[in-house]
T-cell receptor, first 115, second 117 residues
Framework: DTAVSQTPKYLVTQMGNDKSIKCEQN?????MYWYKQDSKKFLKIMFS???????INETVPNRFSPKSPDKAHLNLHINSLELGDSAVYFC??????????????FGPGTRLTVL | AQKVTQAQTEISVVEKEDVTLDCVYE???????LFWYKQPPSGELVFLIR??????QNEISGRYSWNFQKSTSSFNFTITASQVVDSAVYFC??????????????FGKGTHLIIQP
């Protein structure tokens, strides 16, 4: 069974479009995250969700919005896609509501290419 | 503010050599956690180890070992008798309580390890 899954694995789209990436975890974890990995492999936190509440929001454009229908899912919606949004997006989850001390388990990533 | 520095961008060694990946961190918190993750060419992120700030004991897991030294704010990772399958990008990461406990991980820029046969 896959612990953290993401769909789609690859996403190619035109500038200006709106797209979504889905994430599901079956680990029973309490906190979920979205990370962006740029072309230089640098990983940076975008959002974290805990009990359906947005805990943090780094300096991410408001074109990006996380949505959590339940504790096991955290989807990422992106409006008006730009070339600079091209990256690999990773979903992750961790146990506990104060997750800083728990390891995070990552999904396989979604490679987004904006043309 | 948190910061993780992995000064080695790329390391290339011949199989069976030992190799150490360096990690230096910065945090104002006294309670924090350090992690290492592996990203093989297939792209997934694999958790390797977690260490809390109160436990400076070194850890060994098979060919992997970790040396945590608070005095130098370092958490180095050594692979003994490296194998081609160890080729990957390795990330060191830090998590502390400054953001209310859910800041996510602060990653270093990664070290690309190449093991040549």
């Amino acid at each position: 069974d896959t612990a953290v899954s993401q769909t789609p694995k690859y996403l190619v789209t035109q500038m200006g479009n709106d797209k979504s990436i889905k994430c599901e975890q079956n680990l029973g974890h309490d906190t979920m995250y979205w990370y962006k990995q740029d072309s230089k492999k640098f990983l940076k936190i975008m959002f974290s969700y805990n009990n359906k509440e947005l805990i943090i929001n780094e300096t991410v454009p408001n074109r990006f919005s996380p949505k959590s229908p339940d504790k096991a899912h955290l989807n990422l919606h992106i409006n008006s896609l730009e070339l600079g949004d091209s990256a690999v997006y990773f979903c992750a989850s961790s146990l506990g509501t104060s997750g800083f001390y728990n390891e995070q388990f990552f999904g396989p990533g979604t490679r987004l290419t904006v043309l | 503010a948190q910061k993780v520095t992995q000064a080695q961008t790329e390391i290339s060694v011949v199989e069976k050599e030992d190799v150490t990946l360096d990690c230096v961190y910065e945090t104002r918190d006294t309670t924090y956690y350090l992690f290492w993750y592996k990203q093989p060419p297939s792209g997934e992120l694999v958790f390797l180890i977690r260490r809390n700030s109160f436990d400076e004991q070194n850890e060994i897991s098979g060919r992997y070992s970790w040396n945590f030294q608070k005095s130098t704010s370092s958490f180095n990772f050594t692979i003994t008798a490296s194998q081609v399958v160890d080729s990957a990008v390795y990330f060191c990461a830090l998590s502390d309580s400054s953001g209310g406990g859910a800041d996510g991980l602060t990653f270093g820029k990664g070290t690309h390890l190449i093991i040549q046969p």
